[in-house]
């Protein structure tokens, strides 16, 4: 039973994989890191786990330094992207190897393998050998093999990714009802946004060159992302990103769009923020889900003309123009729209988001 | 150009007891022009009817014709068939425009026209800028687009793509989409999608071909897979969440579901066509997007046991009694674990199946 804690820890000099990250990990914490791939999200688990030494930088579990110690002896269990199966083992004693090593009740020890492999839906693949199932059956073999360890630390590396979309969304809600990843600190770490918002108690969202951009809550991360890099990580279709200058309109205040004619007042909300600031250039955030052609629920409108819809399962996706701007809207998914017809997209813009036009950093969020 | 049109097509792999019925009596027509989804889970036998269509895999019985030709026993070459790969096969040592060039140089087509067609192909893929740069230095994204240039460079009659997007990440697979799309608009070839992803398969085709167990369960367009879906496995395998299911004794007002205290009103329609049936059992379907949170017409109330915050949107798990399901809400919905919960619905979204056949009802 132990705490995770990740001290500014260095990956690589001249070009840093990871650079001087920090975050904790609370016992029984599900901690998600979110990020492009590629963007070293691997390399970290690989530090925390000791495949691979760190430059600089501490990892601490339960109060101890592991910093030094060899894989084996931390208790760290993790999933491999490459799976790493015992390809002469069936897909049973694939899921046991980690229990053989202890002294456990042959009984408990078949009921927890059984368990783990319902819950993954390979229950009914225990006598087959690697060789003879599929690859998204191999990933949950190797998920298995993991779950049934009894660590103080699970580092899952994009879990359930490689599965078809199905089970990819059948398996995120079980990991809810999975009762031994809410007793120990978890690390997750996925490309997936939906997976991250949906699993994870706190978020950590990694930017290029090996930096936490934000950490908190699911929720305060999306409506309060920290800077333009965790407003376009989060959410889909990307928040739409217009370049745009503040004007004053006699007592109004609006925001304009650099080149183009389309413009929205200011929430008054907003206005001091922005005034204090001082800019006049700044680039504004705003949603596709807060820019509807059907839901009006807004406070203002613009006039836009539709060049691409789509119908996209729970929800239609309208790629429009106004006043020179490519917009993002969403719609309803039973609404049918044709390219060159005329809409209105209605926007509360209490709901947008202001950014530093240099630094990217959301002018709304302290800190 | 091409109609694609497969008649009474099967697949037998290996033969007596160890045979397996990969493609089972498979009746499809691809009109000419239009873009086709051929979806399913592993295992549906979607990848053996591809096979089929390309040539790289043999008929049992049945036959395949391109518009009035017979491609039935014609090798690979011959059909006038392309396609690209979820790998993206490129040459790592040629250069873009080389990899795009290659499937023509070895058609013996002269250095001249390989250069325009290369030239044409780069401006539809917005590849233009990379002609020059090899596979290794660019992105996944890039390479999928590279590897669907040399396919279509050959202007085949049909364009077979397979699972082309699931190794890209989510932002690169929205691009995609509409890449896709756009290119199908531009080029107006037969096009056919092979994907185990629903979402992908409605958002790109004009028609979903929905496999599973060797057969066809249907083929449509997104609005009859939704709201008129042939059988229960189309019902959960289109839509996300999946639909949920609960089997139901008909009653006097609508539908009591077993072991709970939810009873389903139904339109007038649906209950006209259950008062013929023997049985009185049946299994009732209603969608996620369809339950709504709050006071309503028509109501049933549950508890919350996991409500999963997706940004735009929230997922409520909710259970009533053993019946476990789950609603598509807003995402300012704040209800947690052990909340009591009233769940709306329009009995005109309640779709009713037969226990037995699974097929639907109303």
């Known amino acids: 039973m132990a705490r995770l804690e990740v001290e500014a820890l260095c990956k690589g000099w001249a070009f840093p994989v990871i650079d001087r990250l920090s975050f904790s990990v609370e016992e029984g914490e599900f901690f998600v890191i979110v990020g492009a791939s590629g963007i070293g999200k691997t390399t970290l688990l690989r530090l925390i786990s000791g495949l691979e030494p760190p430059d600089a930088g501490r990892i601490v579990v339960g109060g101890q330094d592991q910093t030094r110690l060899p894989p084996y002896r931390r208790r760290i269990a993790m999933t491999f992207e490459s799976y790493a199966l015992y390809p002469h083992l069936s897909v049973y004693e694939n899921i046991a190897s980690p229990l053989r090593a202890r002294s456990i009740p042959a009984a408990e020890r078949d009921r927890k393998i059984r368990d783990v492999a319902r819950l993954l839906r390979i229950d009914h693949l225990l006598d087959r050998k690697p060789g003879a199932v599929s690859g998204g059956q191999k990933q949950r073999t190797a998920l298995g093999r993991t779950l049934v360890a009894d660590p103080d630390v699970f580092l899952l590396d994009e879990p359930i990714s490689h599965l078809d979309a199905k089970i990819r969304h059948e398996l995120r809600t079980q990991f809810h009802s999975l009762e031994d990843l809410r007793k120990v600190a978890t690390v997750y770490v996925t490309h997936d946004y939906a997976e991250a918002l949906s699993l994870g108690d706190r978020i950590g969202v990694m930017g290029a060159g090996g930096v936490l951009e934000q950490v908190g809550a699911p929720r305060d991360l999306f409506e309060a992302p920290a800077n333009l890099t965790v407003a376009e990580h989060l959410g889909q279709p990307t928040i739409n990103v217009i370049a745009a200058r503040l004007r004053r309109d006699d007592d109004t205040v609006y925001i304009q769009a650099e080149g183009g004619a389309l413009r929205f007042p200011v929430a008054p909300a907003h206005v001091p923020t922005l005034e204090r600031h001082g800019a006049e250039r700044l680039i504004l955030g705003l949603r596709p889900q807060f820019l509807r052609p059907d839901h009006p629920d807004g406070l203002t409108a613009v006039p836009a003309e539709v060049d691409i819809f789509e119908p996209l399962g729970a929800t239609g996706v309208m790629i429009a123009h106004s006043g020179g701007v490519r917009l993002t809207a969403l719609t309803d998914p039973e609404s049918h729209f044709d390219t060159g017809d005329r809409v209105s997209l209605a926007t509360n813009p209490a709901r947008f988001h202001y950014f530093d036009a240099a630094t990217g950093r959301n002018l709304m969020v302290p800190g | ?362």
């Open chain 2, 1 to 362: 150009m091409a109609q694609v049109a497969l008649s009474k097509v099967n697949k037998i792999y290996g033969a007596g007891k160890g045979a397996v019925h990969a493609v089972q009596d498979l009746d499809m027509t691809v009109a000419d022009g239009e873009f086709v989804a051929l979806l399913g889970p592993s295992g549906c036998g979607k990848t053996s009817t591809l096979r089929m269509i390309v040539g790289l895999e043999s008929l049992s019985s049945g036959s395949i014709h391109f518009g009035a030709r017979d491609v039935s026993r014609l090798e690979p070459q011959d059909r006038n068939v392309a396609m690209a790969f979820e790998t993206y096969a490129l040459y790592p040592s040629f250069t873009v425009a080389d990899n795009l060039a290659f499937p023509l140089e070895v058609r013996g087509i002269d250095e001249a026209t390989r250069r325009r067609k290369v030239g044409e192909i780069a401006e539809i893929l917005e590849i233009t800028n990379i002609l020059n740069a090899l596979p290794p230095e660019l992105s996944g994204g890039q390479q999928q687009r590279v590897s669907l240039g040399r396919a279509l460079i050959r202007e085949p009659a049909v364009f077979i793509l397979d699972e082309v997007m699931s190794h890209l990440d989510a932002h690169l697979k929205f691009r995609m989409l509409f890449d896709l799309k756009r290119l199908h608009r531009e080029l107006g070839r037969t096009m056919i999608y092979v994907t185990h992803d629903q979402v992908e398969a409605l958002a790109l085709a004009d028609r979903v071909a929905v496999m599973s167990n060797a057969r066809l369960q249907q083929i449509g367009d997104r609005n009859a897979l939704y709201n008129a879906p042939a059988n229960v496995f189309v019902a959960d395998f289109i839509g996300e969440p999946p639909t949920n299911f609960f089997t139901a004794q008909i009653s006097d007002e609508g539908l009591a579901v077993e072991n709970t205290d939810i009873r389903l009103r139904l339109r007038a329609s649906t209950r006209q066509a259950l008062a013929a049936r023997k049985s009185a059992t049946v299994v009732a379907g209603i969608r996620p997007q369809n339950l709504g949170i709050g006071e309503a017409a028509q109501t049933f109330s549950a508890t919350v046991k996991i409500n999963e915050y997706l940004g735009e949107r929230s997922i409520l798990t909710v259970e009533n009694g053993p019946v476990r399901l789950q609603a598509l809400v807003p995402p300012e919905t704040r209800a947690a674990r052990g909340d009591p919960v009233t769940l709306s619905y329009d009995p005109a979204h309640v779709m009713v199946f037969d226990p037995e056949t699974e097929a639907l009802i109303c």
